[in-house]
């Protein structure tokens, strides 16, 4: 009887103790369970906000999903979302495009007007350009007129072929646009082309961006120094980039330290980003003009993991007849690895740690305008489990015109201390009522352990035999 009683005890214990020995996740959230945050201003009534993610919040996070994050309002926790920027890509093949050469006088002569005849339908399409291009004795080309008018979207960057350069080639071209051949607007200013080879590497730069699109049915001159080397185009293409839409990446420098250098003479510098960006693009910028290496990257996501391979490329920064070239972005699988690493050649003569970039398209923050404002955005909770809410079954149901209505833009502000750092570390450990919670339970368990086997022992012990 005695025993049931304890159990009894024992059980009563567990089922009025067990949720204070949960995590303290199970809990209702405040704002100063968190280690930072940041104020959100909305405006107008609607039913759900969003916005980009701010770079702080990378870096406030524990975790690389970010799910130790939450929003709440005035009281408590609002449904959220978090969503990757969707990047729609298209196939379209480049174009090629008529382009007519305009000479120099000759002989200190100025420059003349090319003679065009242009040709075109009854709703002023152009059908045909000719322009007579006979070159006289002492001409130079000193630019082009390409015809864009073939076009069927607005291209996104130009590629050049050219032929009579020498072994080492370099120049510097302007691009300008015009609907008439009479006012033209700049588009680029200055771009560098270049066809080099040198250190058993070969560097081959043919193509210019244009940011603000290649439109049809309009006119290009491109300027074109090299034409005094004799040096001419033999074909122009137009291309597009392969998303569809601009996506504009944010870009974070990151400053290395040099590692100890290889048995084999491997130049090695680190680099900690401090935060699980979602990365999907890199630069690297070399410390000293006119230098150039081979470069390897790695990245992994903590100190304990092992080092993961991402790029290897060709990176230079040199300056040839006063034009200024370097390398471009490289695109890689998107990670969100934290700690970063570059592998130089021994023989690069680079003694300085490179500035290493990091490209990612920032994530979009979705939340339901649940109960009274203010709304505050709270980050950073070692241990805390991601949040999950119905919110993207709501914009599933949605027709992209329809979600750009239903979703209005908020603004996070500037970010603020809530619980501070000693939210990211496991430092908090047992408050004294678990720490005398658990006593009750293992003083329990071992009180009815006692209890049951001496039980067990009265109950099959023997007895000694009696005289008759």
């Known amino acids: 009887m005695r025993l049931l009683q304890y159990c009894f005890f024992l059980f009563f214990v567990v089922f009025c103790g067990l949720p204070a020995l949960c995590d303290e996740n199970t809990q209702p959230l405040q704002r100063e369970n968190f280690a930072y945050g940041m104020d959100l201003t909305v405006s107008g009534n609607h039913a759900i906000y969003g916005l980009n993610l701010p770079v702080a919040v990378y870096q406030g996070c524990t975790r690389a999903d970010l799910g130790d994050l939450r929003v709440f309002n005035a009281n408590h926790t609002v449904p959220h979302l978090l969503r990757a920027q969707v990047v729609q890509e298209t196939e379209r093949p480049a174009q090629t495009l008529p382009f007519f050469p305009l000479f120099s006088g000759g002989k200190g002569q100025n420059t003349s007007p090319p003679d065009l005849h ?21 001409q130079i080309i000193t630019a082009y007129i390409i015809d864009t008018s073939s076009l069927e979207y607005p291209a996104d960057w ?15 071209v302007s691009l300008a646009s015009s609907h008439d051949l009479n006012i033209w607007s700049p588009q680029v200013s200055s771009s560098a082309l270049a066809e080099l080879r040198f250190g058993g590497h070969s560097l081959l730069r043919k193509r210019i961006s244009v940011p603000q699109g290649i439109q049809r049915k309009n006119y290009l001159r491109l300027s074109w120094p090299a034409g005094k080397d004799g040096v001419q185009l033999v074909r122009v293409m137009a291309g597009y980039n392969r998303e569809a839409q601009a996506h504009f990446r944010s870009m974070l420098a990151l400053t290395g330290e040099a590692l100890p250098v290889t048995e084999h003479g491997v130049l090695r510098f680190q680099y900690d980003s401090k935060g699980f960006f979602p990365v999907d693009q890199l630069k690297i910028q070399l410390p000293e003009q ?42 890689i699988n998107r990670t969100s690895d934290r700690y970063w690493r570059l592998e130089l050649e021994a023989n690069s003569g680079i003694q300085q740690a490179p500035t290493l970039e990091l490209g990612w398209l920032p994530g979009q923050l979705v939340f339901m305008a649940q109960g009274e404002s203010p709304y505050t955005l709270a980050y950073g909770r070692v241990g805390l489990s991601q949040a999950l809410y119905p919110v993207d079954r709501l914009l599933q149901a949605l027709d992209p015109q329809s979600e750009k209505k239903l979703v209005a833009r908020a603004q996070a502000g500037a970010e603020k201390v809530l619980g501070g750092e000693e939210r990211l570390v496991m430092t908090q450990g ?20 006692m209890m049951a086997f001496k039980l067990y022992r009265d109950m099959n012990g023997t007895q000694a035999p009696q005289d008759e």
């Open 290 to 331: 006119n230098s150039l290496s081979q470069i390897v990257v790695f990245s992994r996501a903590d100190k304990e993991a092992s080092w993961k391979r991402r790029a290897a490329f060709f990176a230079y920064r040199i300056t040839v007849d006063g034009v200024n070239l370097d390398n471009g972005r490289v695109t």
């Open 430 to 449: 047992l408050s004294w009522r678990r720490w005398l919670l658990w006593g009750v339970l293992l003083s329990g368990v071992l009180i009815v352990g």
């Open 158 to 172: 130009l590629e050049f072929t050219w032929e009579g350069q020498g072994e080492n080639f370099s120049t510097s």
């Open 118 to 138: 242009i040709s075109t339908n009854s709703q002023g399409t152009i059908i045909d350009i000719r322009q007579n291009t006979q070159r006289q004795y002492g």
